[in-house]
Structure formats: C-alpha cells, structure tokens
C-alpha cells in the first residue's frame, strides 16, 4: 500500500524565516500531490496541487513546491513566513489519477511561526 | 459558491448505538469522500461516492457504511458505535480528482 511520509512533526519559525516542510511517498507509479493547510479552528484547505507538467507549482499564500519524480518527493517551500502561517500541514497524494478520489495523507506538520 | 456542509458539527452518542452524518457537497461536485481524523492515526481515507455509487473504499470494517443521493448530498451511517470510533469526521467534494474540498467536520464522541 502506498504511505505517505511527513519527516519534521514540528517546525518552529521566526517572521520572514524561509521554510521548506519535506514530503516523501512510496508508490512507483503516476500519482497526483496534494498540499493542505488546517488552521487553528478552521477546515483542511488545499495549497496547492501537482498533476503534471512544470515540477514546479505555485500556490496560494505564496506557497510553492516542486515535484521531484526521482526522489518520491514533493517539498513545500515558502520563502518568507508571516506569524499567520502558523498552522498544520498536511501532503497528500492519489493514486487514482485515471479517477476518483483516494488521498493517503502524511502525518502532518506542525508550523509555529514566532513573532 | 458555498462550500461543503456538513452536520451536525457535533455529537455524543453512547456505545453500541448508531449514527448517520451528513455532507452538502460544493454544487456541481459529484464525487464526496469521506475521511475519519483521530490523534493517533491521523487521516484516513473511509470511502468516496461518484453519482450514487461508491467508487472506492477504505479499510474500515462494515460498520462503516455511506451512500449518495441523487443530487450528490452524502450521508455516512456508522452501526453499533465503539470508543474508538471516536474522532473528527471530514467530508470532501470534488469535480473528479483535482483536488478536494474539505467539510469544517463532525465532531463525533462516543461514551
């Protein structure tokens, strides 16, 4: 079965500190990658997502992540974190990329962002 | 465009009893899935519904059971309630496979 792995449980910033929140999954074939955000108090919200084409997504928030085919890897990033960043983290992928929705998740990370 | 609805928000029910949860998918979205959230096992994948059929299925046991309505509005049923069966349930629409679109959750308690 396909597992997701999410290495940093918790990641403490400082404002306008770079982030990099790693994403690892196994399954050797086509798969589509999600990112999700939980707010505090708030419902899952999608990042940003990859299906193909420029390894290299753009999200909202200035999120981005970059798929890498040849390490199982789809990294988030944002270079600058705001104190409203805080929140939980979580990457997804499915397996079902002819259809339908399946999405193993990883453990997620936790974000706190320190003014 | 309003989002995923669900209710209740929360419950507490007591062992051995049932349950039914329900889900508003975003209008247009014809496949809901449907995902349980616990501390200890993060979150797993229970089922998803395409156009009143169940399309995929998680490993939870049978008591574990859902349908889809029509105009894609979802219900969850889960028989004969357990401790463990405790958690945060988080319904999910999506056009087909582009990204779903979460539900705020049920939060369900058994005591």
């Known amino acids: 079965a396909q597992s997701v792995s999410q290495h940093n449980h918790h990641v403490i910033l400082s404002e306008a500190a770079s982030l990099e929140l790693g994403c690892n999954y196994s399954?050797?074939?086509?798969?589509?990658l999600f990112w999700y955000v939980q707010y505090p108090g708030q419902h899952l919200q999608l990042l940003l997502k990859?299906?193909?084409?420029?390894?290299l997504v753009k999200g909202i928030k200035g999120f981005e992540a970059e798929f890498i085919k040849s390490k199982f890897s789809f990294n988030l990033r944002k270079p600058s974190v705001q104190w409203s960043d805080t929140a939980e983290y979580f990457c997804?992928?499915?397996?079902?990329?002819?259809?339908?929705?399946?999405?193993?998740f990883g453990t997620g990370t936790q974000l706190k962002v320190e003014l | 465009k309003a989002g995923v609805t669900q209710t209740p928000r929360y419950l507490i029910k007591t062992r051995g009893q049932q349950v039914t949860l329900s889900c508003s998918p975003i209008?247009?979205?014809?496949?809901v899935s449907w995902y349980q959230q616990t501390p200890g096992q993060g979150l797993q994948f229970l089922f998803e519904?395409?156009?009143?059929?169940?399309?995929n299925k998680g490993n939870f046991p049978g008591r574990f059971s859902g349908r889809q309505f029509s105009n894609s509005r979802s219900e969850m049923n889960v028989s004969t309630l357990e401790l463990g069966d405790s958690a945060l349930y988080l319904c999910?629409?999506?056009?087909?496979?582009?990204?779903?679109?979460f539900g705020q959750g049920t939060r369900l308690t058994v005591v």
């Open positions: 997804a992928v499915n397996i079902l990329t002819g259809g339908g929705n399946k999405l193993t």
């Open positions: 990859y299906f193909s084409g420029d390894p």
């Open positions: 999910a629409s999506s056009l087909d496979g582009d990204g779903a679109f």
């Open positions: 399954y050797g074939g086509t798969v589509n």
């Open positions: 209008s247009g979205h014809r496949s």
């Open positions: 519904y395409f156009s009143e059929t169940q399309r």
